[in-house]
Structures are given as C-alpha cells and as structure tokens.
C-alpha cells in the first residue's frame, strides 16, 4: 500500500487499538507514534502494534512533534510512500471517513483536509472555539475554511520536506501548516466528515487558554506581517508615482511593478525567518 496513515498519540485509549486494526485490515500502513504517554499506557501501545509500527519518545513534545517525528520516519523508512494521511487515534476520526479521504487523494492529490459539520452534541467550547479560530484564519490568509483544527487531513508525500519546514511543535503547528499553505498558494480541498465527541469530550488533551494562545498568536503574527507588507507597497507606491512622472514611461506601472516587487520579497523574508521561522537554507 502506497499511502501510510501516521497517528500522533498521547495518553490514548482502546479507540486507538480499534482504530489501527480497521486500518490495518483494509490495506493501509499504520504509523503510531506515542508522544511520550508514560508507562501507564504501554499495554494500549503495545495492543496497536498488532496493527502498526509504534514509534516515539518518553517525554512529551506535543503533538506538532509528533508529526514532524513520525514524517521523519515516513521519509527515511518508507521510500514507496505517495501519500500521508494523519488521523487523530481518540476515536474522533471514523474509519470511513479517513477511506473517504484518502479515495478522493489518489484522485486528486494535493492537500485535502476532513471537514466536521459540527452537529449534534458537540461540547459548547469546541464548537465556538472552531467558528471563532475559522473567521480569524480567513481573515489573515484570505481563505476561507470550515475547519481549520481538524487534525484528519491528506497530503502527496512529495509535501513532507515542506511539512518539516513548518514550525510549531504543539497544536499551533496544524495552524502554521495551512497558513503556509494559504501564502504558498496551495490549494486546499475539503470532505466533509462526521463530528465525534464523547460525553465531555474526555479524550483531548488540548490545553484551552495555552493552546489557543499559541494558535491565535501565529494567526495574529501573520496577520501583522502582511498588514506591514500592505503598508510598504502603498507607501511606495505613493512616493515614486509623482517622482517618475514625466521622467519614465508608463510611470505609474513602473512604480506600481517596484513597489509590489519590495513589498513581495519583505513579506517572504518575514513570513520565512520571523513567522514561520523556516530552517532550510535556500
């Protein structure tokens, strides 16, 4: 099978079991990699490694880390690999819809992410903390998503050197990868999915006002970056308008071309070194 599902897991339950099982059973390489749950969880690790291939560490990294770990080896061990599916293994994610997913990526390819409808009983903070996350994405990045903390999403394997390049090692990093995508021009799709919760939701282990300070900061701080760029490209234009007129042709299209051609590269040295803070060299 082309295509490996990689599973980030931390302090997991039997959903994790069941979940690399029905993956396993219907053709697809599973990746677990435990995001140092702590000796009080080998037993469900070592379930799910009937299933799977079970990696990880013993302290926790946070779940953008483990994605970049389980990438990492998805790269190295895995050269057949064509396309990358990471799923959530709390049971939030159903089987079917990660089939659904990875159909419509043979097909399409690309970058595609599972949308939830948010129906049904689904816990106040999570509902409002997604709509409220969404409107803030779509402002900044000018893409509008349904979704954007969906954690089921398709990539071509082609997208794992980028995907490294993100920076984040917790939630934020989810955040960060289509806020890149968004300024990269890369398309994302979306396939809506079914909204699982548990009474409480009990099995998140994301952390309310520190995780979503992280993810609202880099949406600000992206925000900001095109904010000044913006600032740049008008300035200019406003200066060298009047002082090429009469001196070159088509002086407003000469200023216009240099003003947007200073303001692009100022707003990939940002997004590169200050936002995204990208560590391979050029």
């Known amino acids: 099978m082309d295509t490996i599902v990689l599973i980030p897991a931390f302090k997991p339950d039997q959903a994790l079991v069941e979940l690399s099982r029905t993956l396993s059973a219907a053709g697809f390489q599973v990746l677990v990699m435990d995001d140092g749950s702590g000796s009080d969880f080998a037993p469900v690790f070592h379930a799910a490694s009937q299933y799977a291939r079970v990696s990880g560490y013993s302290e926790n990294r946070g779940k953008g880390e483990a994605l970049k770990e389980g990438i990492k080896l998805i790269r190295s061990d895995y050269p057949g690999c064509r396309y990358l599916i990471t799923a959530d293994g709390d049971g939030q994610h159903m089987p079917e819809d990660i089939f659904r997913l990875s159909a419509l990526l043979r097909k399409k390819g690309g970058l595609i992410i599972g949308t939830r409808t948010f129906t049904g009983k689904v816990p106040f903070r999570s509902r409002v903390g997604n709509a409220i996350t969404s409107l803030a994405f779509?402002?900044?990045?000018?893409?509008?998503?349904?979704?954007?903390?969906?954690?089921?999403?398709?990539?071509?394997?082609?997208?794992?050197?980028?995907?490294?390049?993100?920076?984040?090692?917790?939630?934020?990093?989810?955040?960060?990868?289509?806020?890149?995508?968004?300024?990269?021009?890369?398309?994302?799709?979306?396939?809506?999915?079914?909204?699982?919760?548990?009474?409480?939701?009990?099995?998140?282990h994301f952390r309310v006002w520190k995780d979503s300070f992280l993810i609202y900061k880099e949406i600000i701080r992206y925000s900001l970056s095109s904010l000044f760029c913006f600032s740049i490209d008008y300035t200019l234009l406003l200066v060298l308008t009047p002082l090429l007129t009469h001196k070159v042709p088509f002086a407003m299209n000469v200023s216009a071309l240099i003003s947007w051609s200073f303001s692009s590269l100022t707003n990939f040295f940002i997004n590169r070194f200050f936002v995204f803070k990208f560590k391979d060299p050029f």
């Open 138 to 204: 779509s402002a900044a990045s000018g893409v509008s998503l349904s979704d954007t903390r969906t954690g089921l999403r398709g990539f071509e394997a082609s997208m794992c050197d980028w995907l490294l390049g993100v920076e984040g090692t917790r939630y934020e990093y989810e955040t960060n990868v289509l806020l890149d995508a968004a300024k990269q021009k890369i398309p994302i799709q979306e396939i809506t999915i079914g909204t699982v919760y548990g009474t409480g939701n009990p099995t998140s």
